[in-house]
């Protein structure tokens, strides 16, 4: 609902002007979020979302920086403790480089681009960021169920009779197949492996020519070079679909594994897929118990009503310059102020 609205207001809302938009909403900060940045094609992502490309990134980045002060989550969290949330002289400069908002950059499900790629960039652009892994999928040890079924799509697509062999395994015409992959749940995961085996791919030999996640030394080099890292689930489940008791032990597993396998001491946590589903009773016990001292969604720009509880913009959800993208997000904010819909309802 709320995509397909964006979608709509797109064109509309590139023709505004962001400062105003931004004034006029009363939130100068923002936590964009991408997953991979990337020239190369990755058929297990490529049919799942479109990423960028390198140059795309980089002007997305020098956007960033005329209009955000990055910061580190870490920084970001203690000035809100300590404030509260209000700065002194927020937003009361005038033109570019005064009164910038904040800007928390963030990538989810630890890819190997992540310290190829991303990392290296940000370094020498003196961009902090953090990065959220998901604890079984480090030194490629597994893969999540999502890439899994890109791998398989890639696979029919590429060869007929792959194709054929999943649509009479799956008892579906051939036409459906793709549609079929594409809607597998978290819970089915077993049928993607199975489906694999009937057309001949193999996840274990893919990971192994070709790293998909990130390496134990990789994530250490990350943490050396100044970067944070979080948890993003043990193997990223959908959290929709699970207790609330398991929500709470998931979150803690994945965070104090990353403490102690890379010493790190910060206690961050991005919700795999999204917070959506997840209780505000769970959010509270996460935050209140200190099981986490940050919880971050991605419903895009958007209150939670709770300190510590963070929706983030989904950066590839827009197929769109960085600039474009964020007129779209306040833009569809402006419109749900008069509706009072911009902040969570538990
Ligand atoms: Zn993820």
């Known amino acids: 609902m709320a995509d397909t609205i964006k979608k709509r207001i797109a064109p509309i809302a590139r023709l505004l002007d962001l400062s105003k938009m931004i004034r006029l909403s009363g939130q100068s900060d923002i936590f964009p979020f991408y997953h991979v940045i990337s020239d190369f094609h990755l058929p ?59 800007m928390v950059l963030t990538f989810d499900d630890g890819l190997e681009e992540c310290h190829q790629t991303i990392a290296p960039l940000l370094k020498k652009k003196g961009v902090p960021a953090a990065f959220f ?89 990350l943490v050396d070079w100044g970067f944070e890292i979080g948890g993003h689930s043990p193997d990223h489940a959908d959290f929709s679909t699970l207790d609330p008791a398991v929500m709470i032990s998931q979150v803690k597993d994945s965070i104090e594994d990353l403490q102690q396998r ?40 958007k209150k939670t009503g709770k300190q510590g509880f963070i929706q983030r913009i989904p950066m590839e959800d827009y197929e769109m310059s960085f600039k474009d993208a964020l007129k779209t997000e306040y833009l569809y904010y402006l419109m749900k102020i008069p509706v009072g819909r911009n902040t969570i309802r538990y």
Request: aromatic letters at 12%.
């Open 44 to 102: 297990h992502i490529r049919h799942l979302y479109r990423y960028r490309r390198l140059n795309e990134f980089e002007k997305d980045l020098e956007e960033m920086l005329k209009w955000f002060e990055p910061v580190t989550l870490a920084d970001y969290l203690e000035v809100e403790q300590k404030g509260n949330g209000k700065r002194k002289g927020k937003g009361k400069g005038k033109g570019k480089g005064k009164g910038k908002g904040r």
């Open 262 to 301: 890379f010493g790190v001491f910060s206690r961050f946590f991005s919700f795999p897929f999204t917070s959506d589903g997840v209780p505000g009773e769970v959010i509270d016990t996460l935050l209140n118990d200190r099981v986490a001292d940050v919880l971050l969604g991605t419903a895009g720009l």
């Open 133 to 221: 892994l998901n604890n079984h999928f480090i030194d490629n040890r597994d893969l999540f169920f999502r890439y899994k079924a890109s791998l398989i799509i890639d696979e029919v697509l590429s060869d007929c009779k792959a194709k054929e062999k999943a649509a009479k395994y799956l008892v579906i015409p051939e036409e459906k197949v793709v549609d079929a992959i594409r809607m597998v749940k978290y819970g089915q995961q077993e049928l993607l492996d199975e489906l694999a085996r009937q057309v001949g791919v193999d996840f274990i030999d893919y990971l192994r020519e070709d790293p998909v996640y990130m390496t134990s030394q990789q994530v250490k080099e």
